[in-house]
């Protein structure tokens, strides 16, 4: 006998804002089964606002109740039994952050809790990445976002250390990063990676996704040192226009793919890694796992 459900996570990032419903498929004796079942993508670039402005626009704030709404109407479709929306970077820093998920509680009915980069860091790795993370082997995760990118070190199959750095694509294409950020995170990489003789590096987020889909690999071969350099050379060289008609790239994607390159190819540089290794997950993959372990948790609690 199957028990079937749908859970929903929302991720308002700094770049854009996911709804991802995922079908939950337990059969006695076996691990639970997780299936994408819908992903739903609006590129609503709030950390432009936030990371200039210091606050998020009337415009997007109205754009932000349009899709939650919409989000609304797709999660009762699907007769999503729980869901659970997080906000990161951008709503994290805007002065007005706690205001517009007030307002966006009493228009629509969706709760955001606005999460730091530790919790951030936390969720993601709740997700199939432990099923990635062998006991003999060293790994750098490495999640890139608009506003922020976490790392984390994984070694003998344990978590060892994870910072969040204010280093995003958003920020870089905003020319809000300076030297100094990137000096802070090449020194945290070599610092907590130096003791080890082979590190290999987990990368997720939308533009990993994209540059892993351009390379034609199949699912579970990493991407090497060498392809991430003639990659980032060739988008460097590429108009915006280019990028869009040539590659096929979303306009929300094509600008922000050319500092999303730069900090994989750092984080691989600084930690000597000659590859990376793109398992497609990411913050609402471990929104939907944490939910899903508390609703079970509250159900042996009642038994």
């Not at 951008?90 to 205001?99: H, L, P, V, Y």
């Not at 994607?253 to 600084?270: C, E, F, G, H, Q």
């Given at each position: 006998m199957l028990k079937i459900d749908k859970y929903a996570a929302i991720d308002?990032?700094?770049?854009?804002?996911?709804?991802?419903?995922?079908?939950?498929?337990?059969?006695?004796?076996?691990?639970?089964?997780?299936?994408?079942?819908?992903?739903?993508?609006?590129?609503?670039?709030?950390?432009?606002?936030?990371?200039?402005?210091?606050?998020?626009?009337?415009?997007?704030?109205?754009?932000?109740?349009?899709?939650?709404?919409?989000?609304?109407?797709l999660m009762k479709n699907h007769n999503v039994v729980t869901y659970?929306?997080?906000?990161?970077?951008?709503?994290?820093?805007?002065?007005?952050?706690?205001?517009?998920?007030?307002?966006?509680?009493?228009?629509?009915?969706i709760k955001i809790h606005i999460i730091d980069g530790r919790d951030e860091a936390?969720?993601?790795?709740?997700?199939?990445?432990?099923?990635?993370?062998?006991?003999?082997?060293?790994?750098?995760?490495?999640?890139?976002?608009?506003?922020?990118?976490?790392?984390?070190?994984?070694?003998?199959?344990?978590?060892?250390?994870s910072r969040s750095f204010k280093l995003g694509t958003v920020r870089i294409l905003n020319d809000m990063v300076r030297k100094s950020m990137w000096d802070e995170v090449h020194d945290w990489i070599v610092e907590n990676t130096k003791e080890y003789k082979k590190v290999e590096v987990i990368g997720s987020g939308g533009n990993i996704n994209s540059i892993y889909k351009y390379s034609g690999k199949k699912i579970g071969k990493p991407l090497s040192y060498f392809f991430m350099a003639n990659y980032y050379e060739k988008i460097k060289e590429m108009t915006y226009h280019e990028r869009i008609f040539e590659l096929q790239m979303n306009p929300d994607?094509?600008?922000?793919?050319?500092?999303?390159?730069?900090?994989?190819?750092?984080?691989?540089?600084?930690s000597k890694a000659k590859n990376i290794f793109v398992p497609k997950i990411g913050l609402a993959d471990g929104i939907v796992k944490s939910i899903y372990n508390e609703r079970m948790a509250k159900e042996l609690e009642v038994k």
């Open positions: 308002i990032g700094s770049n854009a804002i996911r709804l991802l419903i995922a079908t939950v498929i337990e059969k006695e004796g076996v691990e639970p089964l997780f299936k994408k079942t819908s992903l739903v993508r609006v590129p609503i670039r709030l950390g432009a606002d936030v990371f200039l402005e210091e606050k998020i626009s009337e415009k997007n704030y109205l754009r932000m109740v349009d899709a939650m709404q919409a989000f609304s109407l659970r929306a997080c906000a990161t970077s951008a709503m994290r820093e805007a002065r007005n952050g706690k205001e517009i998920a007030d307002k966006i509680l009493e228009e629509t009915g936390a969720i993601i790795a709740s997700t199939d990445l432990k099923d990635l993370i062998e006991d003999n082997k060293v790994f750098l995760y490495v999640d890139v976002g608009g506003g922020s990118t976490e790392f984390t070190l994984f070694a003998n199959g344990k978590n060892v250390t994607r094509a600008d922000v793919i050319v500092p999303a390159t730069r900090i994989y190819l750092s984080a691989m540089k600084w």
